[in-house]
T-cell receptor
Framework: ETGVTQTPRHLVMGMTNKKSLKCEQHLGHNAMYWYKQSAKKPLELMFVYNFKEQTENNSVPSRFSPECPNSSHLFLHLHTLQPEDSALYLC????????????FGPGTRLTVT | SQKIEQNSEALNIQEGKTATLTCNYTNYSPAYLQWYRQDPGRGPVFLLLIRENEKEKRKERLKVTFDTTLKQSLFHITASQPADSATYLCALGRNAGNMLTFGGGTRLMVKP
């Protein structure tokens, strides 16, 4: 295991639901990331947090709302999603935001119906 | 716009041979490049990082080259094994923020 856990592993939600994805890292890292991986598309960076502060929002729609209460936990709050938001959502962490390798969690497979 | 190209077709090779995967990019000046391995249903796993001032990096059976003139990185796996079968992703980054831009990945199949 990489030391990054994500829950739930699978989620099915309707377009009017509100749900949250959770990520926890046990590596003592200071930077955390959310990525989206859709079928037949490259991994897309969504958000970056460094020392709990958001440093990057890659033009993500407001129906995705991140939260980073501390350096070990990262949430992605979801509301009024669209079917095209169905994808694998991956969380990653790194020691900082210098050029470091990133450690990915197993992902949450999200299906929006 | 930035573009990172990896061969979208699967690469099939025989066990014991050297696998060579290509990552080409345009409209981008990366400070470093990373390679990751991804197995089905799992998150990517980091393999190697190479900086713009480095020509080559090695780790066990893996070798990465980085040619900023050609705007290309080559990833080699020598003495390939069936366990090396996976999708390999290249990712480019700039110095600020460790924000990676990923290619679409190439699936490698090593046959016994």
């Amino acid at each position: 295991e990489t030391g990054v856990t994500q829950t739930p592993r699978h989620l099915v939600m309707g377009m009017t639901n509100k749900k949250s994805l959770k990520c926890e890292q046990h590596l003592g890292h200071n930077a955390m990331y959310w990525y989206k991986q859709s079928a037949k598309k490259p991994l897309e960076l969504m958000f970056v947090y460094n020392f709990k502060e958001q440093t990057e929002n890659n033009s993500v729609p407001s129906r995705f709302s991140p939260e980073c209460p501390n350096s070990s936990h990262l949430f992605l709050h979801l509301h009024t999603l669209q079917p095209e938001d169905s994808a694998l959502y991956l969380c990653a962490s790194s020691p900082g935001t210098n050029p470091y390798e990133q450690y990915f969690g197993p992902g949450t497979r999200l299906t929006v119906t | 716009s930035q573009k990172i190209e990896q061969n979208s077709e699967a690469l099939n090779i025989q066990e014991g041979k050297t696998a060579t995967l290509t990552c080409n990019y345009t409209n981008y000046s990366p400070a470093y490049l990373q390679w990751y391995r991804q197995d089905p249903g799992r998150g990517p796993v980091f393999l190697l990082l190479i900086r713009e001032n480095e020509k080559e990096k090695r780790k066990e059976r893996l070798k990465v080259t980085f040619d900023t003139t050609l705007k290309q990185s080559l990833f080699h796996i020598t003495a390939s094994q069936p366990a090396d079968s996976a999708t390999y992703l290249c990712a480019l980054g700039r110095n600020a923020g460790n924000m990676l831009t990923f290619g679409g990945g190439t699936r490698l199949m090593v046959k016994p």
